[in-house]
């Protein structure tokens, strides 16, 4: 036989190896493209998964309107009442029973301090009541908000609280200051040197060094009306 016939079959049999090499290596090929496809599709739905939590723990904390976090209470602001304009001082001193004075007395002289407090919280007690300028004041006035009491007149004679109180035009009863009035769940208490004072408010009469505390509401846990005060030295 011819060494060209011979030698077909061999050549025939190299391709095929040939053949099944390349095939492998495509089917191979294929299955690698496959693996891929799966793993980024599957991680693309985790992201979504995952993205879709995130969002509705948001939705439910902060945004939805349903969120779970507790809002702390609130304490109602306590009421604030200044002091008569200059030019409202005169009627509101002559209603107190009080002279206007053009300059501050010494003959009687002293202080007592008030405090106000609401539901624990302090009212300010302001400047300027019975002041209407350099030349017009009463024998009963502030100088400054610290709630002390100023008494320096040119005779000797009873001053009230209530007569403060109309000075201030702020109307005290035993049961109302201004608006803010006796409820079902809370009154007012008025305490002279921290001991419960249960007659007409409008009555108590001023002393030296007095410390005055008209309560309304609750104080503080674990608080007791103030029962004294530390004026500056010279008063």
């Not at 304490?75 to 053009?102: E, F, I, N």
Request: glycine share 8%.
């Amino acid at each position: 036989m011819p060494t060209a016939q011979r030698g077909q079959p061999g050549a025939t049999k190299a391709e095929r190896r040939r053949q099944r090499a390349a095939a492998a290596l495509e089917a191979a090929r294929r299955r690698e493209r496959r693996r891929r496809t799966l793993i980024v599709t599957g991680i693309a739905a985790g992201v979504l998964v995952i993205g879709g939590v995130i969002a509705v723990i948001v939705l439910n904390t902060s945004g939805s309107g349903h969120s779970n976090a507790q809002t702390p209470p609130t304490t109602p602001a306590a009421p604030t009442w200044p002091a008569p304009a200059p030019a409202q001082v005169p009627a509101a001193v002559k209603a107190a029973g009080l002279p206007l004075l053009t300059m501050e007395a010494t003959d009687v002289h002293f202080h007592a301090h008030l405090d106000v407090i609401v539901d624990g919280q302090p009212v300010p007690v302001p400047a300027q009541i019975g002041i209407a300028g350099q030349t017009a004041i009463s024998s009963m006035h502030t100088h400054d908000p610290t709630g002390i009491i100023h008494i320096e007149s040119p005779v000797n004679a009873t001053f009230t609280l209530g007569q403060f109180f109309t000075e201030w035009q702020v109307p005290l009863t035993g049961t109302c200051v201004k608006d803010l009035c006796a409820a079902s769940d809370k009154t007012w208490h008025f305490y002279l040197n921290g001991v419960p004072y249960t007659g007409d408010p409008t009555t108590i009469v001023l002393k030296a060094h007095q410390e005055i505390a008209a309560v309304y509401g609750s104080l503080p846990a674990g608080t007791q009306p103030p029962d004294q005060y530390n004026f500056p030295a010279g008063l």
